[in-house]
């Protein structure tokens, strides 16, 4: 297996797109906020992956990469943000003082960009996870290709015209080849997973940590699969990584090299379904508000 060196790669990009596109790059990761918790679980490593190529990651679907040691993880959360548990699992990764990985999806970041921007204002890594959560597999090629495009335009839409981390999780974990061969061309990386949480089956906090838990003293490592949009998990994440912390595991947080930058004619197309306006979008509770209720 190839170490972590392995990642980075040469990327080729315009000087003029690299040039614009970094004038809103995320800010470097490696050195972490002060952390007021002295038993926090904490974040161990900061790992920078170059997406040239469309490298996978997670053992179910991609075995190249091997980069994470004995008893490290990555968390990481599909589906969101959603009103109340993505904040309830914000909240746990802060009194924690670690990171994880968000893919959220298109729509849900254009119903809630307050939240998504949340999650990048706590220094959280972002990818995506297509538009609408389509299975891509069952889809043309131009369907697939338009969801995972919308699904990248509104995320940056929603963190304010910003840019997105170069990663992608497929819905249901599918991977149609052409859609693999399309993202090796925008230089994407694909997230599988090592270990899933079926949280989106087991509907109690306890069986969430029990899962992962149990897979992770046979694995020993591993990429966590979540879902910040599922109320089991929000209300599972403090006792989960309280569990990592007791015994003995280690958050690795994943980063990006380069941001991919979404195409004008797909942010057209978001801003003409969302009703225009989402870029500087305010909390629905600052436009919203019951002033009667019987």
């Avoid at 800010?27 to 170059?50: F, H, M, Y």
């Amino acid at each position: 297996m190839r170490s972590a060196l392995a990642l980075l790669v040469a990327i080729s990009m315009s000087a003029a797109g690299t040039a614009a596109w970094a004038q809103n790059a995320p800010a470097p990761a490696a050195t972490p906020a002060k952390c007021e918790n002295p038993n926090a679980l904490g974040v161990s490593r900061v790992v920078q992956i170059d997406t040239t190529g469309g490298p996978g990651f997670g053992f179910e679907h991609f075995k190249a990469y091997d980069f994470l040691r004995d008893h490290e993880v990555v968390l990481t959360f599909d589906d969101g943000p959603w009103p109340g548990h993505t904040p309830d699992v914000l909240k746990a990764l802060a009194d924690q003082c670690t990171k994880a990985l968000f893919f959220p999806i298109g729509k849900h970041a254009g119903y809630h960009p307050e939240i998504l921007k949340r999650v990048r204002a706590e220094g959280h890594t972002i990818g995506s996870h297509t538009w609408s959560h389509k299975d891509l597999s069952r889809l043309t090629q131009q369907e697939a290709v338009d969801e995972f495009e919308k699904g990248v335009a509104a995320v940056s839409i929603a963190l304010g015209n910003k840019p997105v981390d170069a990663f992608f999780r497929f819905p249901a974990l599918r991977h149609p080849p052409e859609m693999l061969k399309y993202l090796g061309d925008r230089n994407v990386g694909i997230f599988s997973t090592d270990l899933d949480s079926f949280d989106f089956k087991t509907r109690k906090p306890e069986q969430v940590v029990g899962n992962v838990m149990k897979k992770l003293e046979k694995n020993g490592k591993g990429i966590i699969l979540m879902h910040d949009f599922q109320q089991a998990t929000a209300k599972a994440a403090p006792e989960l990584l309280k569990r990592l912390k007791e015994g003995g595991y280690k958050v690795v947080q994943i980063t990006g090299k380069t941001p991919i930058e979404p195409k004008k004619e797909y942010v057209d197309m978001v801003l003409k379904e969302m009703g225009g306006g989402l870029d500087e979008a305010r909390p629905m509770s600052s436009v919203i508000k019951t002033i009667n209720e019987n």
